[in-house]
């Protein structure tokens, strides 16, 4: 069976997680999201990409991958893998990570060129006194972090774009010829 990067809306890709994930619900804002199709159009996975949960990541260069779900066709995970890498290094981002549990074995990650970058300990849950959650949903296990990485250098970020490439006030209102 051949396998095909498909194009996938929220809304779509999110119903596929509430069908087929394991453990975890939809996402409720999402960077981008992508999905496999075999030859038929049957979509056997999906991935959605997020900004990072964890504040250490949110640097603008980081794009984070929370959840990747498929049928079980062989490949469709590593084939996910690989395709969030490229859209988001696409978009601008130089850096891509995601967790696995523990127990779970990576090579899905592996194949498709990642790196375990760290070792995320668990803990309580999302839940602080400042920002209350519900956590009946958490699963506090060990997790690994993985990751994919731009070599390429990252380009200065001006705070202001150029007075060149600032569109002038008679292009944002001109009306044209009607």
């Known amino acids: 069976m051949k396998l095909y990067v498909v194009p996938i809306n929220a809304r779509q890709a999110n119903d596929y997680v ?9 996402v409720v804002r999402c ?10 159009g049957l979509i056997r996975g999906v991935a959605i990409i997020e900004v990072p949960k964890a504040m250490m990541l949110m640097d603008r260069w980081t794009a ?3 959840r990747t779900c498929t049928d079980g066709t062989r490949n469709a995970n590593s084939m996910l893998y690989g395709a969030a890498w490229r859209a988001v290094r696409g978009l601008g981002y130089r850096r891509l990570v995601t967790y696995t549990q523990c127990a779970e074995t990576g090579s899905s990650l592996r194949a498709a ?7 995320v300990r668990a803990r309580e849950g999302w839940s ?5 959650r519900d956590d009946s949903n958490y699963l506090s296990v060990d997790r690994y972090r993985w990751e994919q990485v731009s070599t390429a250098p990252r380009p200065t970020m001006n705070a202001h774009m150029p007075d060149s490439l600032m569109p002038s006030a008679d292009d ?6 009607a």
Not at 113 to 119: D, E, L, V
Request: hydrophobic fraction near 35%; aromatic fraction near 8%; charged fraction near 30%.
């Open 64 to 66: 984070e991958l929370s």
């Open 128 to 132: 602080r006194p400042s920002r209350p």
């Open 113 to 119: 060129g990642w790196t375990r970058a760290a070792t």
């Open 18 to 26: 509430r069908a087929f994930h394991r453990h975890n619900r939809p």
């Open 172 to 177: 944002l209102f001109s009306v044209g010829d």
């Open 31 to 40: 960077i981008c999201q992508l999905a496999v199709a075999d030859d038929e």
